[in-house]
């Protein structure tokens, strides 16, 4: 038997992640107002250009699953500081660790480990 080796780099997949949970904040927003809409009978309010993805909810749940079960509250807390949380602008790694009391290498660490245990958890790696 032969067994392949696929190598991702550690960017390939901090970029999925990063991508995913960005997706997510959108489809949290895109989940409540179908949820609102229908409520109100207002099926169709916005027109609608692509086919509704019937895996929306389900990619939603195991999202939040992956950052309420896989992650310590300090790796949450960056995860959501720095990808979940809209703001004007975005907040910088320096802004989030000095918040969080964590010292620069510790803060990285963290964070590398967060989004490593969400590609674990996500099924990604």
């Known amino acids: 038997m032969v067994s392949v080796i696929c190598t991702v780099s550690e960017k390939e997949i901090q970029e999925a992640v990063i991508k995913d949970l960005k997706d997510y ?9 179908i949820k609102e809409r229908n409520e109100v009978g207002a099926i169709n309010l916005f027109p609608n250009l692509n ?8 990619k939603a749940k195991q999202i939040e ?3 309420t079960q ?18 004007e602008k975005e907040t910088t790694d320096l802004e989030i660790y000095l918040s969080l009391g964590l010292k620069k290498g510790k803060f990285y660490t963290k964070k590398r480990e967060a989004i490593s245990q969400l590609a674990k958890a996500l099924g990604i790696i």
Do not use: G
């Open 51 to 58: 086919k509704v993805e019937p895996f929306d909810e389900l």
């Open 25 to 33: 904040r959108a489809l949290k927003v895109k989940l409540e107002n």
């Open 65 to 67: 699953r992956a950052l």
């Open 70 to 87: 896989s992650l310590d509250p300090i790796e949450r807390k960056i995860i959501e500081i720095k990808y979940l949380y809209t703001n």
